[in-house]
């Protein structure tokens, strides 16, 4: 261990990063290990800060392709609309006795299980984009 640690000693005082700040070697191996370990801290925060640029880059395309799939999965609100309409005109060209039977109405509760699991995955995996997102905003 103490002679790896004069290897280190004897490759700074010979290189160019080291410099002279004292009169005796702890001084200058303090002053040099500070200079070289903010030179690393800087290189490893400048790629952290990259790779936190990329990850919100991509968590932001993902939430928009998210919602696009999200939004498309939602049932056609026309359709319910469509056969609300089709029933009142019935009422006003029959009268008040002909009301039909409603319950062909497309239900909100209706849902196959398979359709439900999907927009369950689908938010899911939107929230956990967006959370994502907003760790790569507070780690920049």
């Given at each position: 261990m103490s002679n790896t640690l004069e290897q280190i000693l004897d490759v700074l005082r010979g290189s160019i990063i080291a410099e002279e700040r004292g009169k005796d070697v702890k001084s200058t191996f303090w002053a040099t290990y500070k200079?070289?370990?903010?030179?690393?801290?800087?290189?490893?925060?400048?790629?952290?800060?990259?790779?936190?640029?990329?990850?919100?880059?991509?968590?932001g395309l993902f939430s928009?392709?998210?919602?696009?799939?999200?939004i498309r999965m939602q049932p056609n609100p026309g359709d319910t609309t469509n056969s609300l309409l089709l029933q009142l005109i019935q009422?006003?060209?029959?009268?008040?006795?002909?009301v039909q039977d409603v319950s062909n109405l497309s239900s909100s509760t209706g849902y196959p299980?398979?359709?439900?699991?999907?927009?369950?995955?689908?938010?899911?995996?939107?929230?956990?984009?967006?959370?994502?997102?907003?760790?790569?905003?507070?780690?920049?």
């Open positions: 200079k070289i370990s903010n030179e690393h801290d800087d290189d490893f925060l400048d790629r952290a800060n990259d790779d936190m640029g990329i990850i919100l880059t991509f968590a928009a392709v998210n919602s696009t799939f999200i009422i006003s060209v029959n009268g008040p006795n002909s299980s398979s359709t439900v699991w999907m927009q369950t995955l689908a938010h899911a995996s939107l929230a956990f984009s967006v959370l994502a997102a907003f760790g790569a905003v507070l780690g920049k």
